[in-house]
């Protein structure tokens, strides 16, 4: 644990704190320098351990238990294109913050850079990607092996999809990059999309109001960003929308996006279309 926060948890205990907070600057100290955005400690983990509702954007005050500091995890997720002080539009990264969001798990997100990745990145990761997250001394990459790893260390409350369900949806978001991509309306793009969306909101009206049923798990954690980019993106460079008729799964995007997780890990809708511009031009 870096020598600050230590400092700040003996200070804490010394003054009887049940909570103490760190100053932006603080962490950027702590934190090799990257912007962090949050520690979350809220929700299941609040409600378990009686601890505060707390977290909040970047450049927000932090704050957190000392008694559980050592458990905040280290997440490292993409900065905004044009701000490295804010939290990007990467889906990828937002899977993982919803999934320590949803779980309550504390956590500390450094925003990376990726026009001008840091030399301390590239050795958690070589492969230069996020998300990334510091488990047992070691950095490991991949949305879909650190939500797995998550709900391994972190069981309640379960995120498990079932099996029946696991993969549902998991064609959207390569069939949305492909439309939004395409500069030739005949080429069947938009057709593939549609019919992707088409059993998604089938699914849903049989077995909603989430993928799994009436709770939210991983998969709906994955897709959420997903649908999120595909709605801003094709409504900025298309001007397409979702057909209103896909009734169940218009419901579905609401209520996931209006979630409290989703709200405070989301990007700008501005972010997401500077993220895309290189794609569609
Ligand atoms: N399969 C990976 C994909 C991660 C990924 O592609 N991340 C992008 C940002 S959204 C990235 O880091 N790209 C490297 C770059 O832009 O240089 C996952 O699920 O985590």
């Given at each position: 644990m870096p020598v600050v926060f230590r400092a700040l948890i003996i200070y804490a205990s010394a003054h009887g704190k049940s909570t103490f907070r760190v100053s932006t600057s603080t962490r950027r100290r702590i934190n090799n320098n990257a912007p962090t955005i949050s520690i979350a400690r809220h929700s299941a983990a609040a409600r378990a351990g009686g601890g505060r509702v707390l977290g909040g954007r970047f450049g927000t005050i932090v704050s957190m238990d000392a008694a559980t500091a050592t458990d905040v995890v280290e997440v490292l997720v993409k900065a905004a294109i044009e701000d490295p002080n804010r939290l990007g539009d990467c889906p990828f990264s937002q899977r993982v913050l919803l999934t320590l969001e949803e779980k309550g798990i504390p956590y500390d997100a450094k925003l990376v850079d990726l026009n001008n990745k840091p030399a301390w990145f590239l050795e958690a990761n070589p492969e230069g990607k996020v998300p990334v997250i510091k488990d047992d001394g070691k950095w490991v990459a991949d949305s879909d092996v650190i939500t797995a790893l998550l709900e391994e260390k972190y069981p309640e409350p379960t995120l498990v999809t079932s099996p029946d369900n696991a993969?549902?949806?998991?064609?959207i978001f390569p069939s949305f990059v492909k439309f939004l991509k395409s500069?030739?309306?005949?080429?069947?793009s938009e057709q593939a999309l549609l019919s992707e969306l088409k059993a998604l909101d089938e699914h849903l009206q049989k077995n909603g109001p989430y993928v799994d049923g009436d709770r939210v798990s991983a998969v709906d954690l994955s897709l959420a960003p997903k649908l999120y980019h595909l709605e801003v993106a094709l409504q900025h460079y298309k001007g397409w929308t979702v057909p209103s008729d896909f009734v169940a799964l218009q419901a579905y995007t609401k209520a996931l996006f209006n979630r409290e997780s989703f709200l405070k890990t989301k990007s700008s809708a501005d972010d997401v279309i500077r993220g895309w511009a290189k794609h569609v031009t």
């Open positions: 993969s549902i949806g998991s064609k500069k030739d309306p005949s080429d069947g």
